[in-house]
């Protein structure tokens, strides 16, 4: 199974700063990456497919890069609604496996 | 509204079944392939297993291969999760997933609260 390395698992932030989070993979699996967003009790939502394609409805603060096998999410500035767990999950192939998340907190 | 509503968890003893159910509404489910996904307590999201529209392709995590079946009932818009031989570790939110093109899982459930606890 591929291995998603997120880094790092947890991070302190202020309203406005730019944030990067980090996804790597245990083999290349091309642009095959999304990101999804998780706030306490709820599920998760999706918000980046295929590397970089923003779903509808997404603010566009929330962008995605990368390829092969090293993958970024980034904020460009963090609003208070922002403050929850980021999770990468690849679908190049099954069983499909997630990142550990990374929780963003405010400083 | 385009959803999916989990249910059927419970409080089950190690050993024991449950069988989980996912209602869509709102999207006619005979056209996506579907997921589920589970969330041990205090922990991250775990895939553990996929169906095709037509059922012919099913995939399983090593985790609950052997003892998870899934399964469709395109007619009733429902897929069904059921689980045997239940574990302390099975203990978890199970959140179902439409799938997007194998590209993204775009509707998700609720989730339905599975506790395997004697």
């Known amino acids: 199974a591929i291995q998603m390395t997120q880094s790092p698992s947890s991070l302190s932030a202020s309203v406005g700063d730019r944030v990067t989070i980090t996804c790597r993979a245990s083999?290349?699996?091309?642009?095959?990456l999304g990101w999804y967003q998780q706030k306490p009790g709820k599920a998760p939502k999706l918000l980046i497919y295929a590397t970089s394609s923003l779903e509808s409805g997404v603010p566009s603060r929330f962008s995605g890069s990368g390829s092969g096998t090293d993958f970024t999410l980034t904020i460009s500035s963090l609003q208070p609604e922002d403050f929850a767990t980021y999770y990468c999950?690849?679908?190049?192939?099954?069983?499909?496996?997630f990142g550990q998340g990374t929780k963003v907190e405010i400083k | 509204e385009v959803q999916v509503v989990e249910s059927g968890g419970g409080l089950v003893q190690p050993g024991g079944s449950l069988r989980l159910s996912c209602a869509a509404s709102g999207f006619t489910i005979n056209t996506y392939s579907m997921n589920w996904v589970r969330q041990a307590p205090g922990k991250g999201l775990e895939w553990i297993s996929y169906i095709t529209r037509s059922s012919r392709t099913i995939y399983y995590a090593d985790s609950v291969k052997g003892r998870f079946t899934l399964s469709r009932d395109n007619a009733k818009n429902s897929v069904y999760l059921q689980m045997n031989s239940l574990r302390d570790e099975d203990t978890a939110v199970y959140y179902c997933?439409?799938?997007?093109?194998?590209?993204?899982?775009?509707?998700w459930g609720q989730g339905t609260m599975v506790t395997v606890s004697s």
């Open positions: 999950l690849q679908d190049w192939n099954y069983p499909r496996t």
């Open positions: 997933a439409r799938d997007r093109n194998e590209e993204a899982f775009d509707i």
């Open positions: 083999q290349d699996i091309r642009n095959d």
